[in-house]
T-cell receptor, first 110, second 114 residues
Framework: DAKTTQPNSMESNEEEPVHLPCNHSTISGTDYIHWYRQLPSQGPEYVIHGLTSNVNNRMASLAIAEDRKSSTLILHRATLRDAAVYYCILRSFGNEKLTFGTGTRLTIIP | KAGVTQTPRYLIKTRGQQVTLSCSPISGHRSVSWYQQTPGQGLQFLFEYFSETQRNKGNFPGRFSGRQFSNSRSEMNVSTLELGDSALYLC?????????????FGPGTRLTVL
């Protein structure tokens, strides 16, 4: 499985935008970039995914570099509820398996 | 729509015993995956079932097994428990198991082996 690299931890002030980076230099053409997050004492939850183009949904935006070797998850206005571990995952089409890395622990400062 | 449910939520067993965990996927979902989460190893994929067949398997010993029933409910079994099996066991379901299918996770079963 292609690997991803994320910072271990990040902090952000409440109500400010958050940019969570992810490097995936060995990404293949069939790999989708998925983001999941895990809130304390809960199972992971889906945030967003994309292939080549930038993506937006009600939770976040995903900006994908032109060469696809990196991506950034953007939370437009962080709330205390966004404090979680965020996982960037590469998933090839047709493969159900999610390979989780260590993720980024996001702390929101009130 | 009800989410993924897992039972029991907490379990305490002793070394050498066996345990069975249950997962009920979201209605209509046919793929069920199992993951183990520990502080040391993080989240690791155990196996995936689709239409009662194991379709994908992670790197775990044969003591870890699973099955899926015709209603898509799934069970995982761990035999001859070891202390290192203490973990949060998570189940996730998805519609068909495609590369873009969202996986929906349950709250997990926390297993403690004494």
């Amino acid at each position: 499985d292609a690997k991803t690299t994320q910072p271990n931890s990040m902090e952000s002030n409440e109500e400010e935008p958050v940019h969570l980076p992810c490097n995936h230099s060995t990404i293949s053409g069939t790999d989708y970039i998925h983001w999941y997050r895990q809130l304390p004492s809960q199972g992971p939850e889906y945030v967003i995914h994309g292939l080549t183009s930038n993506v937006n949904n009600r939770m976040a935006s995903l900006a994908i570099a032109e060469d696809r070797k990196s991506s950034t998850l953007i939370l437009h206005r962080a709330t205390l509820r966004d404090a979680a571990v965020y996982y960037c995952i590469l998933r090839s089409f047709g493969n159900e398996k999610l390979t989780f890395g260590t993720g980024t622990r996001l702390t929101i400062i009130p | 729509k009800a989410g993924v449910t897992q039972t029991p939520r907490y379990l305490i067993k002793t070394r050498g015993q066996q345990v069975t965990l249950s997962c009920s996927p979201i209605s209509g979902h046919r793929s069920v995956s199992w993951y183990q989460q520990t502080p040391g190893q993080g989240l690791q994929f155990l196996f995936e079932y689709f239409s009662e067949t194991q379709r994908n398997k992670g790197n775990f010993p044969g003591r870890f097994s699973g099955r899926q029933f015709s209603n898509s409910r799934s069970e995982m079994n761990v035999s001859t428990l070891e202390l290192g099996d203490s973990a949060l066991y998570l189940c996730a379901s998805s519609w068909s198991g495609g590369g873009t299918d969202t996986q929906y996770f349950g709250p997990g079963t926390r297993l403690t082996v004494l």
